[in-house]
């Protein structure tokens, strides 16, 4: 069955310190991936996406993320987290329509 | 520019009401869609619409119906609301193409008693 996965549910780090979040996708084809980022009662917003080309694609707010094909991966990774990227994040897939992960949401330590 | 307006902000009803959640975009993308939001179930997909005339089921679309006279607007009906159905409603606009960022509503927060 179709699906994008991502395995944490929640996950804490310090300020400063670098940060992975991972998503998984199973599709017969490859996908075209995104990263959004929800903010406490707020609507989603475009971090960054992949559907073509170099398999490091950069993003807003100092994010990136990596397609891995054999793995079907696209996990975002950002080197040093801000207090203010405490957020809920979601990976999406567009292939005849959009769906989306259950989300991670980050929690930042001071 | 508006963007992405859904209307209203917060509704409660009863078991059995039925209501309209709005969406309207001046955008004057193609593809319209609804998502359902509850805690560790991430968004989920609705009903979708690549054009006016055109509309098509997602993942959860029983206990909703959609239509799409105009380019604008995306109204999401429920015509006899149950409690399951509470939950932050978003609607989402994207242009022509797979590959196209989709834009977001500020969501409708549903609550069914």
């Known amino acids: 069955a179709q699906s994008v996965t991502q395995p944490d549910i929640h996950i804490t780090v310090s300020e400063g310190a670098s940060l992975e979040l991972r998503c998984n996708y199973s599709?017969?084809?490859?996908?075209?991936l995104f990263w959004y980022v929800q903010s406490p009662g707020q609507g989603l917003q475009l971090l960054l996406k992949y559907f073509s080309g170099d398999t490091l694609v950069q993003g807003i707010k100092g994010f990136e993320a990596e397609f891995k094909r054999s793995q079907s991966s696209f996990n975002l990774r950002k080197p040093s987290v801000h207090w203010s990227d405490a957020a809920e994040y979601f990976c999406a897939v567009a292939l005849n329509d959009m769906r989306f992960g259950a989300g991670t949401r980050l929690t930042v330590k001071p | 520019n508006a963007g992405v307006t859904q209307t209203p902000k917060f509704q409660v009803l009863k078991t059995g009401q039925s209501m309209t959640l709005q969406c309207a975009q001046d955008?004057?993308?193609?593809?319209m869609s609804w998502y359902r939001q509850d805690p560790g179930m991430g968004l989920r997909l609705i009903h979708y619409?690549?054009?006016?005339?055109?509309?098509d089921q997602g993942e959860v679309p029983n206990g909703y119906n959609v239509s799409r006279s105009t380019t604008e607007d995306f109204p999401l009906r429920l015509l006899s609301a149950a409690p399951s159905q509470t939950s932050v409603y978003f609607c989402?606009?994207?242009?022509?193409?797979?590959?196209?960022?989709?834009?977001f509503g500020q969501g409708t927060r549903l609550t069914v008693v």
């Open positions: 619409s690549v054009g006016a005339g055109i509309t």
């Open positions: 599709y017969g084809a490859t996908p075209y």
């Open positions: 955008m004057n993308h193609e593809y």
């Open positions: 989402a606009t994207r242009s022509q193409g797979l590959n196209t960022e989709a834009f």
